[in-house]
């Protein structure tokens, strides 16, 4: 015959391939692009305009293989194009073999002869996407795809893609889908293949092209492919470029409610990145997004979906104040009264984010109710969990504390019970935050230091002055030491003697686990103020322990309090203890 196969290893003595007996023209058709496809890659000239012919055969091979797993070889439609493939073929074989031996003539009619070559097989790969499109698959077909095993040549791998590439471009609606569904599963697998995909790019448009199909379906499983691609930051870009945020936003306005979902967690990746953030807005994704979160009867993950791509785009400030405009604070904080905690936890999210920094909606926020709904989830009577009570608790400080108008509402609201109840009550972890965000209250206001004294706070916070960690010891000291600061306070707190007493003896230099000793003797300066807090300092059989303190010259602290507790009649009580 001359030559026996298209391997390379054998160069043709003709252009045109002898027809071997015994096997079908589809097969005989489908083993010649395999060799060309072979041969092409040992062409080392104009590897830009072979890399595309080489797309275009294995396109066209990925279609020929499913139509014979079809069995539909004897299809007189596709029968009637196998004879200009071939044609096709063995011109484009010549050329291969031709810039493999560097014997053509001139690069410039050699580079002609390629861009011919090229449109040929484009125009094949169209026809036979319109002979398939007019129903030679059937719906059985769709389950005949072969995945590679884990660990699969970066070939084995693309060659799987382009199948599916052709399924999705010229099969019907349940292959298609069945396509997607496969592309789906090796991408969450094997992130490899999203590398893949972005190289063999015709996938990316055929999936944004789904996006705008008027098939449920296809929009859905699209959309979770996308959703894959879209968490990696070096391929945002690719599908910004490819144009997928515009029909996301369409699904997101009329899709279905499973597409809704798919397309809110593909922006709300796309717009981590803030300069995505006005494309989504010019193509009206804030208002789409603002009608979920208004819609009662949206799902719970698809609001919570929407609201964190709504705080992505919180950021730029142009669409903060579109956002404000629309309505969107009184939006939210309905979304506060939620039951549903992925709801809740995102527009608390959101409510943080637009109105931090931002007076004018803070201001708006109160008007609306938002620090009430906040302390509605702290209400013990509500099932909430832990980690959502922290979330609220972290947005009331930081919506509230910066603010004295702020503070005089919690505390009217009754604020200060509610922080004793988890302090005294809560498990470790929201107890120690609650301590955190009662220390950072203390500073606020005077107002908030009486309401603090009056609710019973001290007692709890001398308790903490014992605690194993040392930043809890400390926060406690120093919470106490701006609280006794008010004479009101300061009276209670002398009224226990156990609490002068407990001051007292942590003072001892040995004591290992002490807390802040510069609190602990500033809290015992305040006490001296009155009458009874330096009678029960001095008649304490620990007071030793700031004679200890001051003659160790450990704390300059120490002997200011020794010297104001010296004053007057108590000079003699302590005398020798102080040297100037």
């Known amino acids: 015959m001359g030559h026996e196969d298209f391997t390379g290893e054998s160069k043709p003595v003709q252009n045109s391939p002898e027809r071997p007996t015994g096997i079908s023209n589809l097969r005989r058709t489908i083993d010649f692009i395999s060799s060309l496809i072979s041969l092409s890659h040992s062409v080392r000239v104009f590897t830009g305009k072979w890399q595309l012919i080489r797309n275009k055969l294995e396109e066209l091979y990925s279609g020929l293989i499913a139509a014979e797993n079809f069995d539909s070889g004897e299809n007189p439609s596709l029968s009637g194009v196998l004879p200009s493939m071939m044609a096709t073929i063995s011109e484009c074989y010549d050329l291969a073999t031709r810039c493999v031996d560097l014997s053509y003539s001139g690069k410039l009619l050699m580079q002609s002869d390629l861009d011919m070559v090229f449109a040929k097989f484009d125009n094949h790969v169209k026809k036979l996407a319109e002979i398939y499109k007019k129903g030679i698959w059937s719906n059985g077909y769709a389950l005949v795809v072969s995945k590679p095993s884990l660990g699969a040549s970066k070939e084995d791998m693309r060659f799987y893609i382009r199948d599916l590439l052709s399924r999705m471009k010229i099969g019907d609606l349940s292959m298609k889908k069945q396509a997607l569904m496969n592309l789906y599963d090796v991408v969450v697998e094997d992130e490899k ?14 999936l944004v092209g789904f996006l705008c199909s008027n098939q449920v379906t296809l929009q859905e499983e699209s959309a979770q492919v996308i959703s894959v691609i879209a968490g990696f930051d070096s ?19 009329f899709g279905s409610e499973a597409g809704k979902v798919g397309a809110a967690r593909c922006l709300m990746k796309l717009t981590e990145n803030s300069d995505n953030a006005w494309c989504v807005s010019a193509h009206g994704g804030v208002t789409a997004l603002l009608k979920i979160c208004g819609d009662e009867n949206c799902k719970c993950n698809l609001v919570g979906l929407a609201c964190r791509v709504l705080r992505n785009l919180v950021s730029v400030e142009e669409i903060k104040r579109f956002m404000v405009e629309e309505g969107a604070v ?5 979304l506060l009264r939620s039951k549903e905690e992925v709801i809740l936890v995102s527009s608390i999210g959101f409510i943080q984010s637009i109105a931090t920094g931002d007076e004018l909606v803070r201001e708006i926020v109160i008007r609306e109710g938002g620090i009430r709904a906040l302390l509605c989830v702290l209400d013990p009577k509500w099932s909430y969990s832990s980690k959502t009570r922290e979330i609220a608790m972290r947005a009331i400080e930081n919506l509230c504390f910066s603010s004295s108008t702020c503070v005089s509402i919690l505390l009217s609201y009754g604020f200060v019970d509610q922080l004793l109840y988890y302090v005294r009550n809560g498990e470790v972890s929201i107890q120690e935050l609650m301590l955190k965000v009662a220390f950072r209250l203390c500073g606020t206001s005077e107002e908030a230091k009486k309401a603090m004294g009056d609710a019973g706070f001290m007692a709890e916070l001398v308790k903490f002055l014992s605690a194993k960690s040392f930043e809890v010891r400390e926060m406690a000291a120093e919470a106490l030491s701006s609280m006794v ?11 226990d003697d156990n609490n002068i007493a407990l001051l007292l003896q942590l003072l ?3 004591e290992g686990n002490s807390g802040n000793k510069k609190f602990l003797i500033s809290i015992l300066m305040s006490l001296t103020s009155c009458t009874s807090g330096r009678k029960k300092i001095v008649s304490s059989g620990y007071a030793k322990n700031i004679e200890k303190l001051a003659e160790a010259e450990v704390s300059s602290d120490a002997k200011r309090l020794i010297k104001k507790l010296s004053a007057n009649r108590f000079r003699s009580m302590l005398s020798g203890i102080w040297h100037s």
């Open 193 to 206: 293949y999203v590398k893949v995909i972005i190289d063999v790019g015709d996938v990316i448009h055929v």
């Open 235 to 253: 391929y945002k870009g690719v599908l910004v470029a490819a144009g997928v945020i515009s029909p996301l936003v369409k699904v997101l306005d």
């Open 330 to 334: 009184s939006t939210f904080i309905r």
């Open 485 to 495: 600061m008010v004479p009101k306070n300061r009276k209670r707190f002398v009224q």
């Open 508 to 510: 001892d230099p040995e």
